[in-house]
């Protein structure tokens, strides 16, 4: 009966991270839609308040589907747990929580202070709002947190795909996650080498789409 309840649980989890996975490909192709408008991504105070002004629905728009996915990688990331621990245990734990902690990282950090340079940018007195926006826009230019949330999820993707590698799973699924991991952690260390290896982060952040919305297919029919 133990064992039924736990298999039962086991599926249970598996379809809420499967459909997880695939929102979260959605999610990202959406929210890529939202920033090709926007261009150059803006830095300091005075640009974020510009960038946004006139813009703040779309604004909110990205941030709200950001929040939506990070919650989605929680889920996501114990279904991933679930998925390799039977063949990988060490490398499911990390996969899981790296994936856990850059959704962790994102809420408490990221989305807090966008939420903050939104509001400010709809603000009457512009001097106000730009001494005000110091600090979130600080927050949003920092290399740190670009590096901690970036490398986070890089590290939860190369593990995944090296816990799948192997013959439980179809090599297509192992390669994605070697190849969007390493490409994000390239992305993170690259350009302190060479700075035309910056424009990673594009190619890291459409296989992190795909890899999820992949996984996710692979969870359902699990």
Do not use: C
């Not at 600080?138 to 939860?156: C, E, K, Q």
Request: hydrophobic share 60%.
């Amino acid at each position: 009966m133990a064992r039924k309840m736990a298999a039962e649980g086991g599926g249970s989890l598996m379809r809420l991270g499967g459909a997880s996975g695939i929102a979260i490909g959605l999610g990202y192709v959406a929210i890529i839609a939202l920033y090709i408008p926007i261009g150059v991504r803006p830095r300091g105070a005075a640009a974020w308040l510009a960038a946004i002004g006139g813009h703040d629905a779309q604004w909110w728009a990205i941030l709200w589907l950001s929040v939506a996915t990070d919650l989605l990688f929680l889920l996501f990331a114990a279904a991933l747990h679930r998925l390799i621990r039977p063949h990988r245990p060490t490398l499911a734990t990390i996969a899981a929580g790296a994936t856990a902690l850059f959704a962790v990282l994102d809420l408490a950090i990221t989305w807090p202070n966008y939420a903050a340079l939104i509001t400010l940018a709809g603000d009457a007195d512009p001097v106000t709002a730009s001494t005000a926006a110091i600090y979130p826009a600080t927050i949003a230019d920092s290399l740190y947190v670009f590096v901690a949330n970036t490398l986070t999820l890089s590290v939860g993707m190369l593990a995944a795909g090296l816990g799948m590698r192997g013959p439980h799973f179809r090599a297509a699924y192992a390669w994605l996650g070697i190849a969007g991991g390493g490409a994000g952690i390239l992305a993170v260390f690259g350009p302190l080498v060479l700075n035309a290896l910056s424009p990673l982060i594009f190619l890291a952040s459409l296989l992190t789409l795909v890899w999820a919305a992949a996984l996710g297919w692979l969870m359902l029919r699990r």
